[in-house]
């Protein structure tokens, strides 16, 4: 296995999650910011699962998104 080319692959798999899971979270909560559908205590609980087929991986990191203040 070559170790760079490896590393490097990992990274841009997980740039590609980030930026499209920032998309979607953004795009979640301004739809349910439009429809008042917002938390009052301005948190939202998030999960995110990675899983790799043919290795036995699967794991999850969970944290709070804070939406700058109360929803209004």
Do not use: C, H, W
């Amino acid at each position: 296995m070559d170790e760079d080319a490896f590393n490097m692959s990992v990274r841009k798999f997980l740039k590609t999650v980030g930026v499209t899971a920032q998309r979607e979270i953004e795009k979640a909560v301004r739809a349910a910011a439009g429809a008042g559908q917002l938390p009052a205590d301005g948190k939202l609980k998030a999960k995110a699962v990675i899983t790799l087929e043919g290795v036995p991986l699967a794991f999850a990191v969970g944290g709070d998104i804070e939406l700058g203040g109360p929803a209004g």
